[in-house]
């Protein structure tokens, strides 16, 4: 159910169907709705267009579940928030090295950061797959790593403030 394509009554029916899910979770589980974290890939680089297509899904998820709901759009693709952290990378597979003109730059503007963790970080085995992303986001918080990313990408700032606002939200 892609969002950030999507414009006036398509992007109204999908947000409306996707806040019923959550709804429905809620009431299933018992549980008050604390926080909607709304994950998509923009494939493309930072950019005003993401800029725009940030601020049009969240308004349209702010329309239907509140302050509660928090839209994520990742520049290119969650492999870039994953070459802010390349000493987690190394210590999920040893052979796995984020080569040195890729450290402490913006990971939002790489082109086709996939590319680099199968072509560049991998290429000494074993493979990097898509698979792999929640096993090496769980190294990067046991690590502590997420709280000093080796370099910067806004759309995971943006993730770090809105957990952080949803934290502070439930105290």
């Not at 898509?130 to 790593?145: G, M, N, R, T, Y």
């Amino acid at each position: 159910m892609p969002l950030r394509d999507a414009t006036g009554d398509v992007l109204h029916g999908r947000v409306t169907r996707l806040a019923g899910l959550v709804r429905a979770r809620a009431a299933r589980e018992g549980a008050d709705i604390a926080a909607v974290f709304v994950h998509e890939d923009f494939d493309q680089r930072e950019s005003a267009a993401a800029d725009q297509t940030r601020s049009k899904v969240q308004a349209a998820l702010s329309r239907q579940l509140g302050e509660t709901a928090s839209y994520i759009l990742i520049a290119w693709e969650v492999e870039a928030w994953m070459l802010l952290f390349p000493d987690a990378l190394t210590a999920f597979k040893a052979r796995w090295s984020v080569p040195r003109a890729r450290r402490h730059v913006n990971t939002g503007l790489i082109d086709d950061p996939k590319r680099v963790m199968v072509k560049e970080v991998a290429r000494a085995g074993p493979p990097y797959r898509e698979s792999d992303a929640p096993a090496i986001f769980e190294k990067v918080v046991a690590l502590s790593h997420h709280t000093r990313p080796a370099g910067t990408n806004r759309s995971w700032e943006l993730l770090v403030q809105l957990a952080a606002s949803a934290g502070t939200a439930r105290e």
